[in-house]
């Protein structure tokens, strides 16, 4: 005789479990049990993983859930049997989750009894209903739901679940239950309740459940087991704990051996979009992409109709033709509505995206390869990626939703983890940490690894065992699932109800669901998904375009206009998509792009990848002909000639795979995408073998697969940066040509791009801008056009959101604002917004004569006034103040406090005495200082980075009223000034970096203002 584990719980149990699927199969298949089961606690978020692990390693994995019930002490234990019983489950979960925010996760009864076909159920833990009764000696409660369980699920498909864990009582439950069960001829079955692999992780577990109920875990008696017994025990442990029951492990046999499921692997059956006329999916595709190569005017090109003829033949064998028809319905829909969008990613290596008008970029005169998109050995599903105006999004996602139905709609989970601050933090208030010892802390850590060395390194806590028990147990969870969110832009759709497949949940979108399968899982179970993204920088051109009149139109837009890009070589990129950070701007100077192929390659150059890689400076040396490009074979210039022999994009090793070793190009994706893992010698015989068979010696075969291995997996996909280099000239162009209706698109679709509002403000104003500051008679929500100037929106004023902008907007309809008691009268605002108002300037019309403090107690008399009025108390008049009015000092001060921007002066203007006393060197001036000389700057901090590549190196992006420099700061000079690091506006004294054209300052002292 053996066992099977029927009850077990992972870490997507969240934050009622301790090891993750894999763990829990490699677990099962120690103990050789030929099955186990997953029961997570109302879901199946980790049964993607818990099934590919079974298969790996060669057992049986059943299907299941702890489900709560209508009283939410009311545990029951769900398997599936087959996939009647599957669908019942994932409907099951679906009707527990509640519609509503707030409300708890209960599953009705009479659910239960409609779907409870195919599923075998176990009476549930210490927390079911049965339980609880015979626990109260309620004999006549616990009979009467046993039957009705029994009848619900059918004889010998409900079983009475015994657990012993040594707990007071545990004898007598499961005698309790085994006479039960004698008596009304219902089986029994026993079960381990597992929550962790081995006792040591019971402190985990207790840690997790304290998180999970927000408490000390001192005070947790109520949340945390009595004893660390819930560990995955051997068979033989259990044979002995139930050893008077032997028939209950028997059933654990049985059980398994009726569990028969075939999960249903996509991909989804799709819906059909509806023509005039019946037609099939793959003839109505090839109908519309010959329309488009009709009107493109390349209808005669045989390489382009030899080449759809193999899209549309691998588009059919994949079985895809439909799903391009949705992302076709959908950019008609998109196009019909003036919502600015395009694909990307690697769907626009497709010609058939192209002809579509799903991607900009035509892919044969880009040389790119389908193959990296989708090709007959490809074994996950392909997505398709569509960028719209972020602030048209919501339409998009409404029309798919109203066109094939809310149950056939649902977005992709995000599994939300634990990070080393978020571990820290909650771990921390658990264990009795203060929440400002928590804070100094975390502002000391990255989101990484903790190193056990940084213990050393934060006194007065590093001494304290406590501390290290903090350490030990966020590091042990760091990477944990702590809760569900819903994924940016993933979506699918199917042609029937999604929730007989996958369990799905109500988000706090209204109307919007997410299943329990993020899209790790949904490419395991080969789902398709269409990513449906918002891109603030298309609503900016949108709204660019628009302002410009008569309205201008994106296709009329030639790439190769050169003042454009004499305007980029002079470093004029702020507000440019892709390329207006200072990583941007530093390689400026040496790349001087000049086409839209160099934009691509630019913003692909500055990646992590190729960064980490180190592959840039190599690049740039020889495009600046300091190094000859040499290619360690012939066969290689080809496919890297445009990158000057160095590997930058996927599609480049997917041609060198093709040229070199006779791969086909799909050959050659499976390879890209395995060059960093462990199958990588899979290929490499495969690879010489087909080197040498094209005279390459074995000795040069194996350099390039060394050069494919060291840089192929830091390579970045040329079909992505090809469409964003697309985005990224329209939005130079409209800078150059329309700089005012540019600089309005974004300023109306902040925050967005690596600059704040007071940034564009200044650079525009350089630009010749001119704007108009917020004024509550004429101001929108967002700036608009106003005389040709811009007039700032009151989105600018800080605590006032879209809702209070609209109740001004459409109450200044009827009402002129002509007082201050008539605004407040007629807007019923918040007395804090009213505050922003007034002190933004907004209303300093209502009398130039009186300050704004004035205006301000005014205000606040009138509230007064208001409130005496609704407790019908007689209004006492206060004595009137006269205070003192604001001088420019101090109105500009509460303009930059109150608002995102000053539009007469540069905001370092507040800080002029400082800069006088520590004698600043303009930064404009930087640049003609000579390299290492030590000098003075100041500025307004715009932007703070350390990211991975940099070593520990971080760096400020600083402005002045002249211009914006890269400050490097090296991490003892951080740490000496850390409360100048988060300044504002800091001084500092260091030294001049002149380096290949583009200048930077290294830090030495931080200071701020006196």
Known sequence: MTYIELHSHSYFSLLDGVPSPEELVKQASKYEMPAIA????????????????????????????????ENQYNHMTLLAENEIGYSNLCRLITLSHPNNKGDKIALKLKYLAKHSKGLIALSGCKKSSIVRSLSDRNYHAASHTALKYSEIFGKNCF????????????????????????KLDIPIVATGNVHYINTEDAPIHDVLRCIKHKINIEHAAKHIRTNHEYYFRKPQHMQQLFKEWPKAIENTLSIAERCNLSLPYGPQILPKICFNQKIDSNKKLNELCLKSLLEKKIHNNIEYKKALKQELKIISQNGLADYFLIVWDLICFANRRKILCQGRGSAANSLVSYLLGITPIDPLKTDLVFERFLSKERTTTPDIDIDFASDRREEVIQYIHKKYGANNVSMACTIVTFQVRSAIRDVGLVLGFKKEILKNITSKLDDHYINPSIITKMEPYSKNQKWKELIRISNYINGFPRHIGTHNGGTIISNHNISNTIPIESTPTKQRTVVQWDKDSLETMKWIKLDILGLRILSAINDTCSSINPSHKLENINFDDQNVFHMICQGETIGIFQIESQAQTALIPRFQPKSLNDLTIQIALIR???????????????????????????????SLKETLGIILFQEQVIKIARDIANFTPGEGELLRKHLSSNKLQNYHKRFIGGAESNGIKTSIANQIFDQLKAFGSYSFSKAHASSFAVITYWSAWLRYYYPTEFFLGLLRNQPMGFYPEHVLISDAQKKGVCFLPVDLRYSQYKSKLESGKIRLGLNTIKKIGESHANIIVQTRKSNHFKSLSNIINQTNLPKDTIESLIMSGSVDYLNPNVGRRQILWESMNEYTKQQQSQHQQLF?????????????????????????????????????K????????????LKHIENGKIITIAGIIIKRQ?????????????????????VIIYPYIQKSYLQEYFSKFVIIEGKTQHKHGSTNFIAQILKTPQ
């Open 946 to 966: 350390s990211p991975p590549t940099a070593r520990g190196i971080h760096f400020i992006t600083l402005e002045d009223q002249t211009g914006i420099i890269n």
């Open 914 to 925: 400082a800069l006088a006393k520590h004698k600043t060197t303009f930064i404009s001036n």
């Open 159 to 182: 079983f009475l679940e015994m657990q012993n864990h040594h707990e007071k009582d545990d004898y007598y439950k499961n005698f309790a239950l085994a006479n039960l069960g004698n």
């Open 608 to 638: 992590p990848g190729p960064l980490q890689a180190k592959m840039v400076e190599p690049y740039l040396l020889r495009r600046e002909n300091k190094i000859k490009t040499t290619y360690l074979h012939p066969l290689l210039k080809p």
């Open 38 to 69: 997953l029961t997570d606690h109302n879901g199946l978020y980790g049964l993607p993983r818990f099934w590919q692990a079974s298969q790996k390693e060669g057992i049986k994995a059943i299907a299941g859930c702890e489900i709560t019930l």
């Open 876 to 912: 006492t008049h206060t004595k009137k103040a006269n205070l003192k009015p604001m001088n420019k000092q101090e109105k500009l001060e509460s303009e930059f406090k109150f608002n995102r921007a000053l539009i007469k002066h540069h905001p370092t203007y507040l800080y002029r």
